[in-house]
């Protein structure tokens, strides 16, 4: 029985922890980008113009936001709860979702149930899916134009704006609200080092770094190695380590090996070059009647013949 309710804690435990991450990840779910008409914008996957709502994962991992809900109206924070069971309801670390605000979710998972309306101050919000957790919400005012954006300054974070989608005030559907094109870090280097003598004496100085790190290594593995060696020796000698130095230092010498080696070469290249000539000879050899076994033999009496 205490086995039991021992498992029955563990379980709930698991459940309320697996339940805190949730709750805790889904709280980094934003509104990011909001277009109210789109007249001349993005088309969805049947070719037709409307109204978006752009969602941000501000977490550095996944985030699974099926279930949760879209709504328009604050006395009805489950109008538009995002459908189970499709594989794109997870918004990858740092990435965006885009839904249709056409009043067609017959369309499909990222199409929602209601409109926005052009010339009015519509309000946008996403609740938990406990219906009563508001995660974001955002006012949109009634000035923003047909193909126009109310936005953050920057994903996830900063202040609200309009965007027209002129120079430098892009409408980004589906993509970060800063588009980097430039990075300034390369910008000053360049601007310190125009011809490149900092940079080239930087990359020379890597590589060589790296080479000699390298032998260094190939060194200190080749004096453990001599190390390990040596122990072995004397591990199987039963010497000391001073005695051991002392049979390297005089029977190890360069000399004694290629003696060694050289008296090996010429013993076992002594016989490679042979005699190609095959000589036959006959042998004779002396026959004399005394030393034939025929005449040792003993006649057997032949008793039918007698008989």
């Not at 995660?135 to 965007?163: H, N």
């Not at 588009?179 to 000053?188: C, Q, V």
């Not at 095959?278 to 008793?303: E, M």
Request: hydrophobic share 40%.
């Amino acid at each position: 029985m205490k086995r039991i309710f021992s498992t029955i804690s563990l379980a709930l435990l698991a459940l309320a922890c697996v339940t805190g991450v949730n709750a805790q990840s889904r709280s980094a779910l934003c509104i990011n980008e909001v277009m109210v008409a789109n007249d001349s914008n993005i088309v969805d996957e049947y070719g037709r113009r409307a109204a978006w709502v752009e969602l941000f994962n501000a977490n550095f991992s996944p985030l699974e936001i099926s279930s949760v809900y879209l709504t328009d109206d604050k006395a009805n924070p489950r109008k538009y709860p995002v459908p189970l069971g499709d594989v794109n309801t997870e918004i990858p670390a740092r990435q965006h979702v885009l839904f249709y605000a056409d009043g067609e979710p017959n369309k499909g998972t990222f199409h929602t149930n209601f409109t926005l309306k052009p010339g009015q101050e519509n309000w946008i919000g996403i609740y938990d899916a406990d219906g009563l957790t508001l995660i974001d919400e955002v006012t949109i005012p009634a000035s923003v134009l047909p193909d126009q954006t109310w936005a953050r300054t920057e994903d996830g974070v900063g202040e609200w704006a309009l965007r027209t989608g002129g120079e430098n005030d892009y409408i980004t559907p589906s993509s970060a609200n800063v588009i980097k094109d430039t990075n300034k870090k390369i910008e000053l280097f360049a601007e310190q080092d125009e011809n490149g003598f900092a940079m080239t004496l930087m990359a020379m100085s890597i590589v060589f770094s790296a080479l000699l790190l390298l032998c260094l290594s190939f060194y200190g593995l080749s004096k453990i190695g001599a190390a390990v060696s040596k122990m072995n020796k004397i591990r199987a000698h039963g010497t000391t380590r001073k005695e051991a130095d002392e049979v390297i230092a005089t029977h190890d010498s360069g000399e004694e090996i290629a003696a060694i080696a050289m008296a090996l070469y010429q013993h076992l290249n002594a016989h490679d070059t042979e005699n190609t000539i095959l000589t036959i000879n006959k042998v004779k050899r002396a026959y004399s009647p005394w030393s034939s076994k025929i005449y040792g033999l003993r006649h057997v009496p032949d008793h039918q013949h007698h008989s």
